[in-house]
C-alpha cells in the first residue's frame, strides 16, 4: 500500500513538473540560486541525539542541492537504511527518493522518516528551481543568443542542453540519454 502511495505523490509530482512553461535564458539568469553553497533544515527534533544531529547538519551542508536525508527511526543515524537523495530540482522529489532507498533498506518495523532538507543557501520559493549540478551546466553551456534549449528530468534530477535547429527536441534526448535506461520524464525547462 505504502509503494501505491508514493507512486501515486511521484506521479503528481511529475505531472506537475511537466505542465510548467519553458522559461527564458534570461529569466534563469536572474532566479537561479548560486550552484554551491547549501543550508540544512533539520526536521523531527528530538529523533537523534544532538551529536548526531550536528554530525548530520555538517554532512547534507555538503551535499548538493536540492536534498533531502531519510534514516529508520528503529536503527538511527548510523545505519545502513540511512540515504541521502542529492542534486534534485526540488526537495519534494529528493524526499520520495530517500524515503524509497531507505525504506528498502531498513530492518526495523517503524517506516522511514525525513530528518533533513537541503536547500541553495538563501533558499526562497522561485519560478524556476534547479539542481546544483543543472545550474552548474546552465552557467558553462547555456551560452550565445537564440536556438538553445535546456531539459531536466524532475524524477532524476538529470539534464541535458543542444542549441541549433530542433534544439528542444534534442535537449530532451540529452537528458534522457543520461540515465540507464533512458529516463522518459524530460521536458524543456529553459527555452530561447
Not at 534514516?71 to 545502513?80: Q, T, V
Not at 530528518?115 to 552548474?136: F, N, Y
Not at 551560452?143 to 535546456?150: M, P, S, V
Request: glycine share 10%; proline share 5%; aromatic share 4%.
Amino acid at each position: 500500500m505504502r509503494l501505491a502511495g508514493l507512486a501515486v505523490v511521484v506521479a503528481a509530482a511529475l505531472g506537475t513538473a511537466a505542465a510548467a512553461d519553458p522559461v527564458t535564458g534570461k529569466v534563469a539568469r536572474a532566479v537561479l540560486f548560486a550552484p554551491e553553497g547549501a543550508e540544512v533544515e533539520m526536521l523531527l527534533p528530538g529523533l537523534m541525539s544532538d551529536s548526531d544531529a550536528a554530525a548530520l547538519g555538517m554532512v547534507a551542508e555538503a551535499q548538493p542541492y536540492y536534498g533531502a536525508v531519510a534514516i529508520s527511526p528503529d536503527e538511527g543515524l548510523m545505519a545502513e537504511a540511512t540515504v541521502a537523495a542529492a542534486n534534485y530540482h526540488d526537495t519534494d522529489t529528493a524526499t520520495l527518493a530517500a524515503l524509497a532507498g531507505c525504506d528498502a533498506k531498513r530492518s526495523g518495523q517503524t517506516p522511514c522518516v525525513v530528518v533533513a532538507l537541503i536547500r541553495p543557501k538563501g533558499w526562497e520559493p522561485r519560478a524556476l528551481q534547479l539542481s546544483a549540478a543543472t545550474t552548474t551546466g546552465f552557467a558553462k553551456e547555456y551560452k550565445g543568443r537564440g536556438g538553445k534549449a535546456l531539459a531536466v528530468s524532475a524524477s532524476t534530477g538529470l539534464w541535458g542542453i543542444a542549441s541549433g535547429n530542433g534544439a528542444a527536441a534534442a535537449a530532451v534526448a540529452a537528458c534522457a540519454a543520461k540515465a540507464t535506461p533512458p529516463v522518459a520524464d524530460c521536458t524543456v525547462a529553459v527555452q530561447d
